[in-house]
Nanobody
Framework: QVQLVESGGGLVQAGGSLRLSCLLPGNIRIDTMGWYRQAPEKERDVVAYFLGDGNTHYVDSVKGRFTISEDNVKNMVYLQMNNLKPEDTGIYYC?????????WGQGTQVTVPS
């Protein structure tokens, strides 16, 4: 089964930045991908995704601070996170959107202390 691999998380102070990476198998369409976040004691929700027409979408809470991007050559999807806030704390995962079509990876933990 295909499993996605996320990396790049860590502990960062409020206002800091991180760039998350997601390594994809070669047969996944990158323009179907999204980043999800599972905050402590909450369900996993999407925060950013490709619309499939070259555009991207962000939930209101991360708009203007997060940027999803891709590298077709390397089969990578990234999430640049700037001006991080304590409410961004959680485990971040990549998967297809709107339906998570692949086995969830381990995710990568992002912690922003309050």
């Amino acid at each position: 089964q295909v499993q996605l691999v996320e990396s790049g998380g860590g502990l960062v102070q409020a206002g800091g930045s991180l760039r998350l990476s997601c390594l994809l198998p070669g047969n996944i369409r990158i323009d179907t991908m999204g980043w999800y976040r599972q905050a402590p004691e909450k369900e996993r929700d999407v925060v950013a995704y490709f619309l499939g027409d070259g555009n991207t979408h962000y939930v209101d809470s991360v708009k203007g601070r997060f940027t999803i991007s891709e590298d077709n050559v390397k089969n990578m999807v990234y999430l640049q996170m700037n001006n991080l806030k304590p409410e961004d704390t959680g485990i971040y995962y990549c998967n297809t959107y709107p339906a998570a079509g692949y086995l969830w990876g381990q995710g990568t933990q992002v912690t922003v202390p309050s």
